[in-house]
């Protein structure tokens, strides 16, 4: 059976104090509080603070994520963080392929591909993040946008390699805007996802494949977006940053 999974996203939120505080919290509300069973919490955070908050956590349905890493495998690249490093903090898993890393830093499927190899090479999990922006929905390319990403970012893996990743829709035109998409949008793609997949590595490997939404996501409209039978968790990034508003989210997350 696939997995549960809520994800945070903190992207370039919290000092390191805050963001050692932050998981702090999240990690005592998943051992004092009832609701959150078996649910996979995955805590996206700045490189800087992966080592603390991996090392910190104790839940053992915690893990922590980085939100990129490089194309290479290390030497003369200032200022990159390799896959190998990442790993060597006991973060499990990387967010690629994010929407804000392709429209503000030029990252290409060909870039992808590399930091999906590094990732695989280090025995990271991937969240792989695709999405349209507003104006391909409007002119009804999503789907086709969507599908793209997911050829080119994802599908010269083999079947043993995919199932190292779980894969994040977002579209753009809901990311940090307060809109969402509806239950039935999200259910529609996220079916098509899994379509895709299963036309590549077949049906029991789509079956097996996670599929999160992400975008606006919050406490008050987690349940609708996650009693979709297609919608397998979710990828928060503004709700992920108080511990008690992610924590409701991973409650709904266990309810559905
Ligand atoms: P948001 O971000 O929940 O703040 O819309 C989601 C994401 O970008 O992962």
Redesign the pocket.
Known sequence: MRKKIVAG?W?MNKTFAEGVELAREVNEYLRYKEGGEGVSVILGTPFIHLAKVAHNVTEPAIAVAAQNCATEKSGAYTGEISAEMVASTGAKHV?LG???RRNYYGETSEILVKKVARALENNLGIIF?VGEVLEERESGKHFEVVKAQLTEGLFNLSAEQFAHVVI?Y?PVW????GKTATPEQAQEMHAFIRSVVSTQYGQAVADETSILY?????AKNADEIFSQPDVDGG??????LKAADFFEIIKARARH
């Open positions: 996203n992207k967010i994010h929407s804000e993040c994040a977002e809901a990311i940090g805007t992400g975008g606006s996501c919050n990828l928060i990034g503004g709700a992920s």
